[in-house]
């Protein structure tokens, strides 16, 4: 991106892959993830542990520190607040006869964080805690609802799993904005589990994404004729959420 720091860059890539690591990292480890030179790596390094950002641990690895924490307080409880959304996952489920799920991003990922089974005997689920990237499926869009095409098409070049927005930025901005034309996104079975979703994002109380709610089913599911008793029930559900984090 035109507008972006090389060595901002470089540094939020090394807190991304420390974050994901139970053990952290080495320098060397980092070097040859990043293919930065270990020079640049070992000023990024110094700047970050100079503030509190990440802590040296024994076998010269490297993880992050109490000072991310300090510097994004106001955000921290946010999770637990989405996790309070679940009984109106719960509901949404039995209005619907769906599953339904509440993702949320962690920077080129995206990540299911609640789960409300169908109540039928037999239906489509999803696993909790599995990371997608940010830009795929009817989720994506939800996430990524205020993003900039830009960053969108930044994140699809990046991406590093087989998924079709990768070499089609454009059906991301063409989902979004379906999401502002009928109020929800619609993805059928067009993805690699070849199921059908249905997501809306929910909003905060500065209107910005704070996560994404969607219904899971199958064809049969999501016939023309069911998608706005089951887009309003969406909208619905994604209101009552969004008030747990105005």
């Not at 480890?29 to 950002?53: D, H, K, N």
């Not at 921290?76 to 006869?97: F, H, K, N, S, Y």
């Not at 996104?185 to 070849?194: E, Q, Y």
């Not at 109380?205 to 069911?226: C, H, I, M, N, P």
Request: hydrophobic residues 45%.
């Amino acid at each position: 991106m035109a507008n972006t720091i090389p060595a901002v860059e470089k540094a939020v890539a090394v807190l991304d892959i420390l974050g994901a690591r139970e053990n952290g990292a080495t320098q060397a480890e980092l070097v040859e993830l990043l293919r930065i030179t270990p020079s640049t790596c070992y000023r990024i390094l110094q700047t970050l542990l100079e503030a509190g950002w990440i802590r040296k641990r024994s076998g010269k690895r490297f993880d992050l520190a109490g000072g991310m924490l300090a510097a994004a307080m106001k955000l921290v409880d946010r999770p637990a607040r989405l996790r309070a959304a679940q009984p109106i996952l719960e509901r949404l489920a039995a209005e619907t006869g769906l599953c339904a799920k509440l993702s949320v991003r962690q920077g080129r990922d995206q990540v299911p964080i609640l789960r409300a089974e169908s109540p039928r005997s037999v239906a489509v689920s999803s696993r909790l805690g599995v990371r997608f990237p940010v830009i795929e499926g009817s989720v994506g869009a939800a996430l990524l609802f205020k993003t900039p095409d830009a960053e969108i098409a930044a994140l699809a070049a990046e991406c590093s799993e087989p998924v079709m927005e990768k070499n089609h930025p454009e059906i991301v901005t063409a989902r979004i904005d379906a999401l502002r034309l009928r109020g929800f996104c619609f993805n059928a079975g067009v993805n690699r589990w070849k199921i059908d979703a249905m997501s809306v994002p929910v909003l905060d109380g500065e209107k910005q994404v704070a996560a994404a709610l969607t219904l899971l089913g199958s064809e049969e599911d999501f016939r023309e004729r069911a998608l706005p008793g089951l887009g309003a029930a969406l909208r619905k559900a994604a209101k009552e959420c969004a008030r747990l984090v105005e």
